[in-house]
């Protein structure tokens, strides 16, 4: 089962590598992981989404994490209500004669065309996964030259 986990941490340096280190020594990948400053400075959130099958090792790293000192808080989204997001860029191979297809699928999927130049179009969108899935899919016939994507984020609704 993935697991998307908030920690709010105080934004000092080896922080990330203190709490990416509890993951990897019990042998737990982490799949996306998105960090950033907050509303203060001084404070960052990270979001971490781990594949997690044996429910008592995950229980134990969360206690673990909220031992550390620079570990303000610690949220497990996986069995709350929550609000997710992930974030793509693309540039898709796009003549002039095919940008209005393009466009058609983008409205779809309400995605934004934010440059298009040389034959190269630039997507951004945002959603969640399976509607990236979906999107990636349909671009897949303009040929994806680059794509570039954020962690999930995740908020409690």
Do not use: W
Not at 65 to 74: F, K
């Amino acid at each position: 089962m993935k697991h998307i986990i908030s920690v709010l941490v105080e934004n000092k340096f080896g922080v990330l590598a203190r709490i990416a280190g509890l993951f990897s020594a019990r042998g737990y990948n982490i799949s996306s992981l998105a960090v950033s400053e907050t509303q203060d400075d001084a404070l960052s959130c990270m979001t971490i989404v781990v594949e997690a099958e044996d429910e008592k090792i995950l229980e134990q790293i969360k206690k673990q994490l909220n031992r550390l000192v620079d570990v303000l808080t610690v949220t497990d989204f996986t069995k709350k209500e929550h609000i997710e997001r992930e974030l793509i860029l693309a540039k898709v191979s796009c003549p002039a004669k095919n940008k209005t297809k393009l466009e058609s699928i983008l409205d779809k999927f309400q995605a934004k065309m934010i440059q298009h130049k040389g034959g190269i179009a630039a997507i951004e969108f945002v959603g969640q996964q399976q509607e990236i899935k979906q999107l990636l899919h349909e671009l897949e016939q303009f040929g994806i030259r680059e794509l570039v994507r954020t962690g999930r984020i995740a908020i409690a609704s």
